[in-house]
RNA sequence: GUGGACGUAGCUCAAUUGGUAGAGCCCCGGCUUGUGAUGCCGGUGGUUGUGGGUUCAAGUCCCAUCGUCCACCCCA
């Protein structure tokens, strides 16, 4: 091999075996998905760069120093895009639907963060995000959350845990945040170099800050549960209050802050200790405020994204769909009629695969290789007779058929 | 972006204190003519991630670079 040539780091191929387990994934989330009534939306992949920098947030990691951000040859500041909620809203705007009441959206696809790639942390990653627009109060978190909850349950994926917290909103939470950055300032000399820049920028960041002589002395800091504003507050009853009447288990984090700036009031993660520090698999909340930071009117919003490669990671192989019959053609002689038989068969709805011609052996071979259910053979005799050779591969049981009486056979599938 | 572990055949891994790169699996073929899964025999396949350096001699030591993984960080 001359220079190795390969993929970007971080950035890697969905092989057979992986986009099996993505194809289930998908085909879980569309059922679950339409039993609410929510439709698809397929959004650009490039996004103007300055959609990520007032929505996601300036100061984020995302837009600062994640982004796949550049110039393209008419000199417009693009970017791959890094999360989808800013598109869906940018969507929303543009498609003019302000006044066509609620609507309910679910997406899949690729996004891009310039991250130091870990497990369950990629370069390209996919995901699979619902938005609500124009929804209003918690009975519409209440059920996205049961929603999220059912669609892993039908993956299969048991252990994770619903953390859910308020982030209060833009009624309280200028208030909240003062009385965190005085409690803050008051113990800058005992908080690490992060905590300190971010007692400014953004001080709700500090409150899960991992270091543990910083979490020592945070024990009683002010928490946004205990400061929000009555509406706030009633809201984040409603919501658990909710999930109570659906048997939704949750415990409130209340040191859960987002990333993303747009966030308000409800915030959620569904979380798993089985996939190392990548413990997120499904995340989400409110962003109410995020329309009209947007252009558009004050319109509620809520939404959740999960990750597709750590949903994966979470669920055993998928089974490829067994084949039902490999074509053994013997001799150049008998090519022609096994082409046409194999061409029948298929479209008769088998899985057919046409070893190719060759020694019997080999084709054998290549049908025990591919887990067949049997071998249908084809060669002088079968040619002059008109029929086929079937034979069953595990119990090697053999007989001649006409070969309407083989499809019937194989139609079957019982053996 | 910071710190650490690792990179040998398609895959999983060996290779004493530097001394001629190996095994298993897979793949291809043979063990009488049109019959597989077990067995036996044989074969293909490597400039040891890449590029430099030290040495009589480097898979092994040193430097750089690329990649994977882990932690931090961040998040889905």
Redesign the pocket.
Known sequence: ????L???????DGLPTEVAKWRNIEDVARKVFASHAISEVRLPILEPKSLFVRSVGEE???VS??MYAFEDQGGDHICLRP?GTAGAVRAYLQAGLTRAGAQRWFYMGP?F?R????????RQ???IGVEYFAVNGPVADVEMLRMAQQFLDELGIQQTRLEINTLGCSACRPAYRETLMTYLKERAESLCA?CND?IETNPM?VL????KTCQAQLLDAPEVVAHVCDDCDAHFSGLKSGLDALAVDYTVNPRI????DYYNRTAF??VTDQL?????????GRYDGLVESLGGPATSAVG???????LAMLLPDVPEPRLDVVVAA??DESLPYSLRVADALRQQGLIVIHAGG?????Q??????ENSRF?L??????VAKGGV?L?H????K?DFYRLDDAVQILLARDV
């Not at 390969?6 to 890697?12: A, D, L, T």
């Not at 802050?257 to 993303?260: A, I, S, T």
């Not at 190392?276 to 989400?284: D, S």
């Not at 053979?377 to 079968?382: A, F, L, S």
């Open positions: 091999m001359a220079k190795k390969q993929s970007i780091r971080g950035i890697h984020t990691d995302i120093k994640e999360e996004m963060r991250e130091r790639p870990q497990k369950g942390r990629l990653f996919q995901q992060t971010r960041r899960d800050c991992k270091n802050v987002r990333g993303l993660e569904f190392g520090a990548q413990g997120t698999v499904l995340a989400g959740f994204a999960a990750g597709m490669e750590r013997l001799g060759g020694t019997a052996k080999r054998f071979k290549i049908a025990d290789r071998v053979v084809i060669g002088e005799d079968e050779m034979k591969l595990k119990t090697g053999q």
